[in-house]
């Protein structure tokens, strides 16, 4: 919940599932598969509801520089932009929605992480409408090639993409 995360505002960071050293083989395994050129730094990556969670700076610092992270809660973003801008000048904090993504080009992003977001909005009020939301947003903003990577506790099959492809919550 939003007051939760403002009462523990980088108190510490949260790791939720998993950290970057167990995903790397994983997610190294997907970009060689999905991308052409697998080079870390041109692969534009979107962390979708990031909270204090390390993943991203993890992943900054194994050369994928490209990452823009976006969480609704705005003054955690502002502590961590305090707190990274000047030694990661390319990992960007950003406040925004993942339901709306409104500071977010369409088709600009190659991969979109969403670590334990989906399982936040699942105990939020009209949890299947703001899952739909999200997943439209997310199938927006990837570009042709995109990826959208999913890391969750939850059942693995949980939206579906209709002939039109549309999202489907089940």
């Known amino acids: 919940k939003k007051t939760y995360l403002k009462n523990n505002l980088l108190n510490k960071n949260s790791e939720w599932f998993t950290n970057y050293n167990e995903l790397k083989p994983f997610l190294n395994s997907i970009f060689l598969k999905n991308f052409k050129t697998f080079e870390k730094q041109t692969i534009k990556i979107l ?37 990274y801008s000047n030694n990661y000048p ?8 993942c339901t709306t993504l409104t500071t977010i080009d369409s088709n600009s992003i190659d991969c979109v992480i969403d670590k334990g977001t989906i399982d936040a909005l699942i105990l939020s009020n009209d949890c299947f409408v703001k899952i739909e939301q999200m997943n439209n947003q997310i199938k927006r903003v990837l570009n042709e090639s995109g990826i959208y990577i999913q890391i969750t506790d939850e059942q693995p099959v949980i939206i579906q993409l209709n002939e039109s492809n549309e999202s489907i919550v089940m």
């Open 47 to 83: 962390m979708v509801g990031c909270g204090d969670s390390n993943l991203s700076l993890d992943m900054y610092n194994d050369g994928f520089t490209n990452i823009v992270n976006i969480d609704y809660v705005e003054e955690l973003i502002d502590q961590l932009n305090q707190k």
């Open 90 to 97: 390319t990992l960007k904090f950003i406040c925004d929605d």
